[in-house]
């Protein structure tokens, strides 16, 4: 597709549960962020994959919280046993290369509700 | 490790005013800056960048921002604010690997 395209849009699930999102990214950009949005807050920085290389997971805020890149194209950002402060709006960006100054193209995003 | 501040959460003009959305930033190295809207219920979309060169950058939609290094700043401006402005507006601050976001300035115009 042209952009970068999130699934699904909305999702809600109860404490406790695993969810898997899943992101896929403009075609031929290597590298992918995922980003959280908190409402009233800025994007935390989750997770960045780069081409083959090892991802920088130093933005994940717990062990409940994992991501893969499947044959370096679509990822899926996994939390398992899902608390209510994970209820945040989780975004996916890509850029062509990863350098920083290239520009990052962001997914519409998946909004997560833990009831 | 590199940081951003934007002054004022939320930021309220009349239609046809001045847009004045504020930017600092913290970087040990020369910094590569963005500004990026948010429009309700979509992903962030590119305003403008400046990565070096001259420091007053144009962007889409009429705006602009100037890098001034002296006072660590990153301002984002528009002479004349439309309705269509309306959103969600955020500066980020780029190292390596490595962007760092403010928390935003939501702007809303009025009629």
């Known amino acids: 597709g042209a952009g970068v395209s999130q699934s699904p849009s909305n999702k809600v699930t109860e404490k406790g549960k695993d969810v898997e999102l899943r992101c896929d990214p403009i075609?031929?950009?290597?590298?992918l962020y995922w980003y959280r949005q908190s409402l009233g807050q800025g994007l935390e920085f989750l997770i960045y994959?780069?081409?083959?290389?090892?991802?920088?997971k130093s933005g994940l805020p717990s062990d409940r919280f994992s991501a893969e890149r499947t044959g370096g194209s679509v990822s899926t950002l996994t939390i398992q046993r899902t608390q209510q402060e994970d209820s945040a709006v989780y975004l996916c960006?890509?850029?062509?290369?990863?350098?920083?100054?290239?520009?990052?193209?962001f997914g519409p995003g998946t909004r997560l509700t833990v009831l | 490790a590199q940081s951003v501040t934007q002054l004022g959460s939320h930021v309220s003009v009349s239609e046809g005013a001045l847009v004045l959305l504020r930017c600092n930033y913290s970087?040990?190295?020369?910094?590569?800056l963005f500004w990026y809207v948010q429009y309700p219920n979509q992903g962030l979309q590119l305003l403008l960048k400046?990565?070096?060169?001259?420091?007053l950058v144009k962007g889409i939609n009429g705006f602009e921002a100037e890098f001034k290094k002296s006072e660590t700043s990153f301002h984002l401006t528009k002479p004349s604010a439309h309705m269509s402005d309306a959103a969600e507006y955020f500066c980020?601050?780029?190292?390596?690997?490595?962007?760092?976001f403010g928390a935003g300035t939501r702007l809303t115009v009025k009629p």
């Open positions: 960006a890509s850029s062509s290369t990863g350098a920083p100054t290239d520009t990052q193209y």
């Open positions: 075609s031929g950009h290597t590298a």
């Open positions: 994959f780069q081409g083959n290389s090892a991802p920088d």
């Open positions: 970087s040990s190295v020369p910094p590569y």
């Open positions: 400046y990565l070096s060169g001259s420091t």
């Open positions: 980020a601050v780029s190292e390596d690997n490595d962007m760092r």
